[in-house]
C-alpha cells in the first residue's frame, strides 16, 4: 500500500451509514466505485492484514485517498454507484457503455402495453418515468419490476411471433399475454399498479393489491389470494429497503462548506422524492473571498449556463442565506423563464436532504484539506532531502514518448504546493530530429520551454529530467543559456530507473555537480517525485499516441500532391480501406472517380516508395 494513504487514521473518520466510496490512485485517477451499508464496516475490509482476494490486494496496492458520499438508503447508493460508474470509468469496475442523454423507462401505449428502457427523442406513445441517471439504475429498475409486476419486456417483433409462453412465464416474470394466459382486465390492472409503482406510490399499490387479496379469499381463490400475497411481501421488502421521501416533487439540495479557502457545493438532486445522484463542486476561489460572493457566484454560474442538458427544478434548497438571494432567484427565474425557488429555511423531509448535503460537503472538505496537508508535508520532506534553503513553490518534469522514433513527444508537467496544475501542462512536438533521438528531443523541449525566460515568467525551483546523465547534460546545457536573465536557476535532477526498470529503484542524480543520491523508496518525497515523474510519462504517451493515430490516420494519403480530403474519401470508400488503396494497380486506382491516370500513378508511385 502507498505510503501517503493512512488506512488506520482514514478509517477512524469514516461513517457506518450506507454511501458510496471511490478509491483514487497517485494520479488521481479513479480506479474503484463501490457501494455499503455500512460504508466503516466495508472499507475496513480492504485493510485486513490478510486479503484473499488477487484483485483487490492489486486494488488496495493503488490507493491513494478514498473519498465517500452517504445515502439514505442501500437503494440510494445503488443509483449513485452506477453513476459515478458511469462517470469515471474506474480500472476496476465492470464497466458499461456511457451515453450522454437521459435514460427513461418507458410503459407503451400498446394494447398489451411493455416495460422498456429508452433513450433518445420520446416518439413512441406511452408514459416515461425518469430521467434516471445512468442506464445501469434504469436496468436495475426494470429488473426489479420484472419480479414485481408480471408484464412484458420484451419487444413487440419477439412478443408478435409467440405461440407458446416463453421462460419469463415459467419464472413468474410475465404473464404471458402474448398468448392469452392472463385476461385483459387482468393485465391492465398490473400495468395500472406498475405506473403507480413508477411514480412512488408504493402505498397506493400495496393498498389496493391487499383489497384484491381480501376479494380473492372471500370467493375461494385461494391460489389467486396467494399470488397476491406473494406479490404484497414483495413490494413491502423493496418500501423497507427504498426510503421514499413524502414529497413528490423534484428539487436539488445544496450542502455548502467553505473552509481554509477551500469551498464544496454538494449537490443532491432528487427526483419524484428520490435521491437520483449527487455530486460535489469545487470552484476556483480566489483569497479572502467572503462566503457570500462565493455563494452568488457559484448559483448563477450553474443554473444560468446554457450547456446543461438536465432537467433545472423549480425548487432550490440551500444551506446558507445570503444578501441578495432573492435578486438572484428573481435573475435565474427570468432567465430560464420558468418558476425557479432558492430556500433556505426548511422543514420535514426537506431539511433531513439538506442535512445529508451539508454533511457530505462537510467530509470532502475535511478529506480534501486532508490531502491538501499530506502534498504539503511531501513538499516539506522533499526539500529537506535535498537540503534546500528555499521552499519549492514549483517544479516540472519532462519526458519523451516515441515508437521507434515515430510521432516524438515532449511533455511537460507541473506540481504546485497543492498537488498536479494541470491548467500548465505542456505538449511539445518534436521535429527535425533523427528518430530516436532522446537526447535532441529532450534538447528542443528544453529550449522551447526556456526561451526568452525572464523574472517575470513561471520559473520552477526544480526541473526533474526522466532519463539518464546524457538528457540530463543536453537539458543543463540549455537551461544555463536560456536562464542568463533570472536570479535563480532552476535545479536540475534526472530520475534513472533502477535495475530492471522496478518502481523503487529509482536513482537521482543532480545537474551540473552530477552527484547521484538516494532517497529511501517509503518515503513520501521519493513518492512526491515518482507521482510527478508518472505523471510526465502519462501526459507524454498520451500526447504520442494520439499524435501517432492522427498521422497514421490522415498523412499516408493527404501528404501527396493533389490529394486532398475529398480525394482520400473517394479514395477510401471506393477501394475499402488504406491498405486496399496501398494494395492497389494504377489500373484500379483509375476507376475511382476523380482520379486521372496521371493521378494514379502518383499515388501508386508515393505508396510504394517509387
Given at each position: 500500500m502507498p505510503s501517503g494513504f493512512n488506512a488506520k487514521s482514514f478509517l477512524?473518520?469514516?461513517?457506518?451509514?450506507?454511501?458510496v466510496y471511490r478509491m483514487y490512485d497517485i494520479r488521481q485517477q479513479v480506479i474503484y466505485v463501490g457501494k455499503a451499508k455500512d460504508l466503516k464496516k466495508r472499507l475496513s475490509s480492504y485493510f485486513r492484514s490478510n486479503i484473499p482476494s488477487v484483485k483487490t490486494q492489486a486494488l488496495v496496492s493503488h490507493i491513494d485517498h478514498i473519498d465517500v458520499t452517504v445515502t439514505h438508503s442501500e437503494t440510494d447508493a445503488l443509483l449513485l454507484e452506477n453513476d459515478y460508474i458511469k462517470q469515471y470509468m474506474p480500472k476496476y469496475n465492470v464497466l458499461l457503455r456511457d451515453d450522454k442523454s437521459y435514460p427513461y423507462i418507458l410503459l407503451?401505449?400498446?394494447?398489451?402495453?411493455?416495460l422498456a428502457y429508452h433513450r433518445g427523442p420520446k416518439r413512441e406513445k406511452g408514459h416515461y418515468f425518469g430521467p434516471y441517471p445512468n442506464g445501469g439504475a434504469v436496468r436495475e429498475s426494470l429488473h426489479l419490476m420484472q419480479k414485481l409486476f408480471p408484464i412484458r419486456q420484451c419487444d413487440d417483433l419477439y412478443y408478435k411471433s409467440r405461440s407458446r409462453p416463453c421462460l419469463q412465464y415459467q419464472l413468474d416474470r410475465c404473464s404471458a399475454p402474448c398468448v392469452g394466459i392472463v385476461s385483459d382486465e387482468e393485465y391492465s390492472e398490473q400495468v395500472k399498479l406498475a405506473g403507480l409503482f413508477l411514480r412512488g406510490k408504493d402505498k397506493q399499490v400495496i393498498s389496493?393489491?391487499?383489497?384484491?387479496?381480501?376479494?380473492?379469499?372471500?370467493?375461494?381463490?385461494?391460489?389467486?389470494?396467494?399470488?397476491?400475497?406473494?406479490?404484497?411481501?414483495?413490494?413491502?421488502?423493496?418500501?423497507?429497503?427504498?426510503?421514499?421521501?413524502?414529497?413528490?416533487?423534484?428539487?436539488?439540495?445544496?450542502?455548502?462548506?467553505?473552509?481554509?479557502?477551500?469551498?464544496?457545493?454538494?449537490?443532491?438532486?432528487?427526483?419524484d422524492g428520490k435521491i437520483f445522484g449527487s455530486r460535489s463542486y469545487y470552484p476556483t476561489v480566489p483569497a479572502e473571498t467572503d462566503i457570500e460572493e462565493v455563494l452568488s457566484s457559484f448559483l448563477g454560474q450553474f443554473y444560468l449556463n446554457a450547456d446543461i442538458q438536465r432537467t433545472i427544478p423549480k425548487e432550490v434548497i440551500l444551506s446558507h442565506d445570503f444578501e441578495g438571494i432573492k435578486e438572484l432567484e428573481a435573475s435565474i427565474a427570468h432567465a430560464l423563464d420558468k418558476k425557479f425557488e432558492l430556500k433556505t429555511q426548511v422543514r420535514g423531509e426537506r431539511s433531513n436532504f439538506l442535512r445529508l448535503a451539508m454533511t457530505n460537503a462537510s467530509n470532502a472538505i475535511a478529506t480534501r484539506l486532508s490531502h491538501k496537508n499530506t502534498v504539503e508535508q511531501r513538499f516539506q520532506l522533499l526539500e529537506e532531502a535535498l537540503e534546500l534553503n528555499e521552499p519549492i513553490k514549483r517544479m516540472e518534469c519532462f519526458d519523451i514518448s516515441h515508437t521507434m522514433g515515430e510521432s516524438t513527444v515532449a511533455s511537460c508537467v507541473v506540481f504546485n504546493r497543492e498537488g498536479p496544475h494541470k491548467a500548465d501542462y505542456r505538449r511539445y512536438n518534436i521535429t527535425g530530429i533523427t528518430g530516436g533521438d532522446d537526447y535532441a528531443a529532450m534538447e528542443q523541449a528544453i529550449s522551447r520551454r526556456f526561451d526568452k525566460i525572464d523574472n517575470n515568467g513561471k520559473v520552477p525551483d526544480l526541473v526533474f529530467i526522466?532519463?539518464?546523465?546524457?538528457?540530463?547534460?543536453?537539458?543543463?546545457?540549455?537551461v544555463d543559456e536560456k536562464c542568463v536573465k533570472i536570479d535563480n536557476t532552476p535545479l536540475l535532477i534526472c530520475v534513472t530507473k533502477g535495475e530492471g526498470r522496478k518502481a523503487g529503484l529509482e536513482t537521482f542524480t543532480v545537474g551540473?555537480?552530477?552527484?547521484?543520491?538516494?532517497?529511501?523508496?517509503?518515503?513520501?518525497?521519493?513518492?512526491?517525485?515518482?507521482?510527478?515523474?508518472?505523471?510526465?510519462?502519462?501526459?507524454?504517451?498520451?500526447?504520442?499516441?494520439?499524435?501517432?493515430?492522427?498521422?497514421?490516420?490522415?498523412?499516408?494519403?493527404?501528404?501527396?500532391?493533389?490529394?486532398?480530403?475529398?480525394?482520400?474519401?473517394?479514395?477510401?470508400?471506393?477501394?475499402?480501406?488504406?491498405?486496399?488503396?496501398?494494395?492497389?494497380?494504377?489500373?484500379?486506382?483509375?476507376?475511382?472517380?476523380?482520379?486521372?491516370?496521371?493521378?494514379?500513378?502518383t499515388i501508386h508511385d508515393a505508396l510504394r516508395g517509387g
Open positions: 477512524k473518520t469514516v461513517t457506518s451509514a450506507p454511501g407503451s401505449g400498446h394494447k398489451h402495453p411493455r389496493q393489491l391487499v383489497a384484491k387479496m381480501e376479494v380473492a379469499a372471500v370467493d375461494m381463490e385461494y391460489e389467486q389470494a396467494a399470488q397476491y400475497r406473494d406479490q404484497i411481501t414483495a413490494l413491502r421488502r423493496v418500501a423497507e429497503q427504498q426510503e421514499v421521501s413524502n414529497h413528490k416533487g423534484d428539487m436539488d439540495v445544496i450542502g455548502v462548506d467553505y473552509a481554509s479557502g477551500i469551498a464544496c457545493f454538494h449537490l443532491l438532486f432528487i427526483r526522466d532519463g539518464g546523465i546524457g538528457q540530463l547534460r543536453v537539458a543543463q546545457t540549455i551540473g555537480s552530477e552527484q547521484t543520491f538516494e532517497i529511501p523508496s517509503d518515503s513520501p518525497a521519493f513518492h512526491l517525485i515518482l507521482h510527478i515523474r508518472d505523471e510526465s510519462h502519462r501526459f507524454a504517451i498520451t500526447g504520442h499516441r494520439n499524435k501517432r493515430q492522427k498521422t497514421r490516420n490522415t498523412s499516408t494519403l493527404e501528404s501527396i500532391p493533389g490529394v486532398g480530403p475529398k480525394r482520400r474519401k473517394a479514395l477510401l470508400q471506393h477501394l475499402g480501406g488504406i491498405q486496399e488503396v496501398k494494395g492497389a494497380s494504377v489500373a484500379e486506382l483509375i476507376k475511382v472517380p476523380g482520379i486521372s491516370l496521371e493521378m494514379a500513378q
